[in-house]
């Protein structure tokens, strides 16, 4: 016990020395703690402010990048917009100017053989006038029996029914036409006969001279000027336009669509339905079109994920998908096209409708349980079938005229095969 207080005693001054010594020293070590914790707080606050300022910035940088991009797109848009107006627009002045230019040949050919006709007439005319005595009313009897076996003179009411009508299309052509070419009535002695109009009667032997005011252009010549039929304003209850002849020969060009009043606001389907609305020589086109219409509509012509196989999709229309180039659309093109369609189309048929291999799809064959390879909407559906329909036509107006009956009975045969099939789906749908 003694022991103890005395070990005590001996380091008691030491202690009391040391103490205040390591209080010092913690002191002043807590003290450079508490500047270092402030000094980095200070800085902590000046990098969240600066955290702060670079969110505000990212923020300002991502509205000015998403309005850049909402502007680019709209530019773009209408960009394209335009060019593919300015497209169809060129396309189809290239299929009117080619019509022209077949109308003027085949108004030239008709023009030489009036003149022909003409001059003939007249030496004709000139010959029985020549003939003529004042007293012979026999011999006038006679030479009227004779015109009116060759030529059958219609009554005025007959002519004027008769007298062909100048369409709206080449007014230019027609209408000059039309009002420069008059008739000329026959004269046996002092009493002339019923005036007859102007036609081209080949057959018939000349015996009325017919002439011309100012110009050598029969008015026959405004039959043959080809005109397209008024759009009507609402697709959907427009009619197709039957390609007619007339006869030159020479088809006039079927009425173009009007785009949907209710599909302006798609952000897609106005640019595909002025792609693929282009005067096509196949009847059945402009129906299989309205369809094509009508299932877009059932879903209110949005833009879709989805999209049809594309496991035997022809290559050139990948490519057009991809970057958006046309192939060359020739001769050469028609039977390329044609092939890859119905492998495609082929492939595309329900299971009740698969075709057994090297086989088209059975015609007579349209109905089935299941739709679902074919219930595709969007620019991926049958809008992409569509346009290797239009790449078929439209390589089929380069061919020569001499070829082009068949290829394009081919083609009709493959519109028609879909336009079908398209009816079938809307109706699954529309049993839904």
């Not at 402010?49 to 969110?55: A, G, I, N, R, Y």
């Not at 252009?217 to 007619?244: K, N």
């Not at 969007?378 to 290829?407: D, F, H, N, T």
């Amino acid at each position: 016990m003694n022991t103890g207080r005395k070990r005590w005693a001996s380091e008691e001054p030491f202690v009391r020395d040391t103490r205040p010594r390591l209080l010092s020293q913690l002191t002043a070590e807590i003290t450079s703690r508490d500047e270092e914790l402030k000094a980095s707080n200070h800085k902590l606050e000046n990098l969240q402010s600066q955290v702060q300022k670079l969110e505000q910035s990212v923020q300002r940088w991502k509205g000015r990048v998403r309005d850049t991009v909402k502007s680019d797109d709209a530019e773009k848009d209408a960009l394209n917009r335009k060019a593919t107006d300015y497209y169809h627009e060129m396309r189809t002045l290239q299929a009117g100017n080619l019509s022209l230019t077949r109308e003027m040949s085949d108004l030239k050919d008709e023009n030489q053989k009036l003149r022909r006709e003409n001059t003939a007439l007249t030496l004709r005319s000139d010959g029985v006038q020549s003939q003529l005595q004042p007293g012979s009313s026999t011999r006038i009897q006679d030479q009227e029996n004779s015109l009116q076996r060759d030529v059958a003179v219609p009554s005025p009411e007959v002519a004027e029914q008769s007298r062909p009508t100048v369409p709206t299309h080449d007014q230019g052509l027609s209408e000059h036409a039309a009002s420069n070419w008059t008739v000329v009535s026959t004269e046996v002695a002092e009493q002339p006969e019923p005036t007859a109009t102007a036609h081209n009667d080949h057959d018939a032997s000349p015996s009325v001279h017919v002439a011309s005011n100012q110009s050598d252009v029969p008015a026959e010549a405004a039959e043959h000027s080809g005109s397209t039929t008024p759009v009507d304003g609402r697709a959907g209850e427009a009619s197709s336009q039957q390609i007619a002849s007339n006869k030159t020969g020479v088809p006039t060009l079927p009425s173009l669509l009007s785009l949907p009043l209710d599909a302006m606001d798609s952000d897609w389907f106005p640019t595909a339905f002025n792609h693929v609305n282009i005067p096509i020589d196949i009847p059945e086109y402009a129906p299989l079109l309205l369809k094509w219409v009508a299932l877009e509509r059932r879903n209110s012509f949005r833009s879709s994920n989805s999209h049809l196989n594309d496991r035997s999709m022809p290559v050139e229309l990948k490519k057009w998908y991809s970057n958006g180039a046309e192939p060359s659309l020739n001769r050469k093109f028609v039977d390329i096209i044609s092939r890859k369609f119905w492998l495609w189309w082929c492939a595309l048929q329900p299971s009740w409708r698969k075709p057994v291999s090297g086989h088209r799809p059975d015609p007579n064959r349209l109905s089935g349980p299941r739709w679902q390879s074919l219930s595709k909407h969007g620019k991926r559906g049958w809008y992409g079938l569509i346009i290797c329909l239009q790449w078929w036509g439209v390589s089929i107006m380069a061919c020569p005229e001499g070829e082009r009956a068949v290829l394009q009975r081919a083609l009709t045969d493959a519109v028609v095969d879909i336009s079908k099939m398209l009816d079938g789906l809307i109706s699954s749908l529309s049993a839904l």
